[in-house]
């Protein structure tokens, strides 16, 4: 079923590559958020030759893949997301040079690289858009999505996201109004026009000679829209169309996309940003094995620090995705998008201790948040310095590498205020200690790389208590139990030798029996 083999890595934990399942499957991902990550050169913002110096720490964590948020050239209106040329890297990242070398430093690492492709806008600064909107006439105008009107009736109810206003921005000098799902500044590609998809597998194709592992997906459920642009329903009230967006359309495009990346070998990888608020829908997203590889799904991310809502959530992810043809889930906790978690659930580290076993240990491909296993909470931005249009600076401060002034990065003040408690959460001093959440996560990724059950085994329910969740992952090779307890103090009726235990107590000894709240195990039940 399955091949043992040592790799070698710079790390010295052997470790096990499980053959009968695709790298995806079996791969815990990482998102780098570039500014914020390091930096090279003694700078408040991140950059690429950061991250390459500091991919050790990657590695040593015990990850498979990283996933990097937007380092295009950029006015930066959305820190990125607003690319305004997708086959280069702006110069406050580095280069091409410095991309290259990155990449190269993560495959000599067993890293695989994904970049994000941003495939649903463009910056108002890119020349796409910029020759688009020079003319009416302009053989790129087609390329977005224009509409007449008279310049105080926008075409249709729909809502941008951020600003909470009108989807539509009226163009003076050639009398049209243009769509944008996002910021003004961020113009809808228009996907209905073949030469958008050739320009962007075009795109697809730059990155994947380069050598890239494969795309994380921006808005990818956007892509298409109804050409008869109907008002959203009134009761979506205040939700932005790039939340609703769920058409035909998109289906047709994400094939398109599906067949640049499978015609490259070593099976490169389509992760797509499905941001739908029902894990149905988003199961859809996978097609028939030739759209996603593996869509997120944030209902889960939504959910309060609350067993009954978590069980439900767990419950339609299996029956939508898990137990769909070419369904597989992926979990994620924390992103560039939202607060922290450990924020979230009310900010105890023993929570955010015990969250990470629902991310390691639930069936399908977690994608974890730089900072998460620092066990980071949102900084607080003081009024001044917040800086992004859709108020989501907190999660995105700065990594603290070490305790001293400045924190590894050179600078007095990055570019946003660091997360609290940095003088004592930071790296170096989470590594000196081996009962911080940090070394809990190192452990809790070896032990799910030393387990194929773990990995990609079957899931199954355990009978507990309301407030316990606890599943039974079970292969050829074993079973391993996982149990997170976000209530009172419970019985687990389950035998066998605690393997990792979110409070490090325990391990390596025979279960107790009781879990306490917000407590979380890994259990060797055979
Ligand atoms: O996010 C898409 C998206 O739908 C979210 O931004 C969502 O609207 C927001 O979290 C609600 O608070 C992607 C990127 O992840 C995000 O950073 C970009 O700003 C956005 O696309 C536009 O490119």
């Keep these: ?12 934990t052997p470790s096990i590559l499980f053959v009968d399942a695709p790298w995806w499957q079996r791969a815990v991902f990482y998102q780098i958020y570039p500014r914020s990550f390091a930096t090279s050169r003694g700078q408040p913002t991140g950059d690429l030759a950061g991250i390459e110096q500091h991919l050790d720490h990657v590695s040593w964590l015990g990850t498979d893949a990283v996933w990097l948020s937007p380092f295009y050239p950029s006015p930066m209106a959305d820190f990125g997301y607003d690319v305004a040329d997708h086959c280069d890297v702006d110069p406050l990242f580095g280069d091409l040079e410095a991309f290259d070398r990155l990449l190269a430093a993560c495959h000599r690492r067993d890293l695989k690289l994904l970049v994000d492709l941003v495939p649903n806008h463009t910056s108002d600064q890119h020349p796409w858009f910029r020759a688009a909107r020079s003319s009416r006439d302009d053989p790129r105008r087609d390329w977005y999505v ?36 996002f910021l003004p500044e961020q113009p809808d590609l228009n996907w209905a026009n073949p030469e958008v998809a050739e320009a962007m597998h075009g795109v697809m194709r730059f990155w994947l000679d380069r050598g890239v592992d494969g ?49 490259y070998p070593g099976g490169r990888l389509v992760l797509g940003e499905v941001f739908l ?30 067993a009954s809502r978590w069980r439900r959530q767990v419950e339609d992810t299996t029956l939508y995705i898990a137990q769909r043809a070419n369904g597989w889930p992926t979990w994620v906790l924390s ?7 450990r924020s979230r659930y009310g900010g105890s580290e023993q929570r955010a201790r015990a969250a990470v076993f629902l991310l390691l240990g639930l069936r399908g491909s977690p994608v974890l948040y730089a900072g998460e296993e620092l066990g980071l909470e949102d900084a607080v931005i003081p009024d001044e310095r917040r800086v992004d249009p859709g108020g989501r600076d907190g999660c995105r401060a700065p990594i603290p590498w070490d305790g001293a002034a400045g924190h590894g990065w050179g600078v007095e003040e990055a570019w946003l205020p660091w997360p609290p408690e940095a003088d004592a959460r930071n790296v170096a001093v989470l590594r000196d200690d081996a009962g ?8 809790l990724l070896t032990a799910r790389r030393a387990s194929s059950a773990l990995q990609t085994g079957d899931f199954a329910w355990i009978d507990v208590p309301e407030s316990i969740l606890a599943w039974r992952r079970t292969d050829d090779g074993g079973q391993r139990v996982v149990a997170v307890n976000m209530g009172e103090d419970g019985l687990l009726p389950v035998e066998g030798t605690v393997l990792v235990a979110s409070d490090g107590v325990g391990e390596g000894e025979a279960f107790g029996g009781v879990l306490g709240r917000d407590r979380a195990v890994l259990i060797d039940p055979s």
């Excluded at 310049?151 to 050639?174: K, R």
């Excluded at 992103?335 to 978690?341: E, K």
């Excluded at 911080?436 to 452990?443: A, P």
Aim: aromatic fraction near 12%.
């Design 1 to 12: 079923m399955y091949r043992r083999q040592h790799r070698h890595t710079l790390d010295t």
């Design 436 to 443: 911080s959440i940090l070394h809990l996560y190192r452990r």
């Design 146 to 181: 224009w509409r007449d009107g008279s310049s105080d009736t926008p075409p249709n109810n729909w809502l941008a996201a951020f600003t909470g206003e009108s989807a539509w921005t009226w163009d003076d000098a050639t009398g049209q109004w243009y769509l944008h799902l």
């Design 335 to 341: 992103n560039h998008d939202n607060v922290r978690h």
């Design 277 to 306: 608020l029902s894990t149905e829908r988003v199961a859809t997203y996978y097609g028939n094995g030739d759209e996603l590889h593996l869509s997120f799904n944030f209902p889960p991310l939504f959910a309060p620090w609350d």
């Design 215 to 263: 795309f994380r997906i921006d808005v990818v459920h956007g892509l298409g829209k109804d050409p008869a642009l109907p008002d959203d329903p009134p009761e979506s009230t205040g939700l932005p169309h790039s939340a609703l967006n769920d058409t035909a359309e998109t289906h047709d495009v994400i094939r398109g996309m599906r067949k640049v990346v499978d015609a």
